[in-house]
């Protein structure tokens, strides 16, 4: 990808910001973006976000995201920003040729459990789902 890159850097609420242009045949289409920005000084943020974002009125392609410094940056020193962006898609294959299936397959037995009775709660997180759009 020859592009995505930064135009900005902004300091909002505790959080920097920046302003990454993408080119436009990624409108609409979930974008992975993730790296670090960086001082000389020792200011160091590291980010990663997936969305999808359409096109501007002006005709661009703009994506912000978000990073929480881990150490301060200073004003007067410049920023330097490394960043990795990738297209993100999810592939479902169906059945083999024909429908046939794999020789020697054997179906996926499901285990057996104890049923939920009155009362029972699931609610510790254990994963995320991405991409949104």
Known sequence: MPRPFVTNVTFKGGEMV???????FLANKPVEISGYATQNSGGFATFYDIQSVGETPAGTVVMYVKATPATAFNIGDDVTV?????????TVLGEGQDGEMPPNYQPLALPQGTPAEEGATWNSVKAVGYPKG
């Open 18 to 24: 920046l302003t990454v242009e993408l080119d436009k």
């Open 82 to 90: 490394s960043l990795r962006a990738s297209s993100v898609w999810v």
